[in-house]
């Protein structure tokens, strides 16, 4: 059974920093590309970050770009968020997903992150 288990989120200022986990289980985690997402209350879940197979593929939203770094470890199988410089509208739960192909195959139940000003 495949599982992604996200970790770190909690309460920051604003300006502050936190670092987010995701344990993933019951994958061949190396052959997946891993996303983070996150979702605010009566929106759309929103895009943050991506990397690929390769530790060198990256992509991520304009409004994070700069501030968030997805890393991720295959040893481990976890892939990270870390988060500086956050603002208030960081505010979300947070959700890792990891994709065989292009589209997200597995979700993880989130974490949240609060930031506070």
């Known amino acids: 059974q495949v599982q992604l288990v996200e970790s770190g989120g909690g309460l920051v200022q604003a300006g502050g920093s936190l670092r987010l986990s995701c344990a993933a289980s019951?994958?061949?985690?190396?052959?997946?590309?891993v996303g983070w997402f996150r979702q605010v209350p009566g929106k759309e879940r929103e895009f943050v970050a991506r990397?690929?197979?390769?530790?060198?593929?990256?992509t991520y939203a304009a409004s994070v770009k700069g501030r968030f770094t997805i890393s991720r470890d295959n040893a481990k199988k976890t892939v990270y968020l870390q988060m500086n410089s956050l603002k208030q509208e960081d505010t979300a739960v947070y959700y890792c997903a990891a994709a065989s192909a292009w589209n997200y195959d597995y979700w993880g139940r989130g974490t949240q992150v609060n930031v506070s000003s």
């Open positions: 990397m690929g197979r390769s530790e060198g593929s990256t």
């Open positions: 019951g994958l061949p985690f190396s052959s997946y590309a």
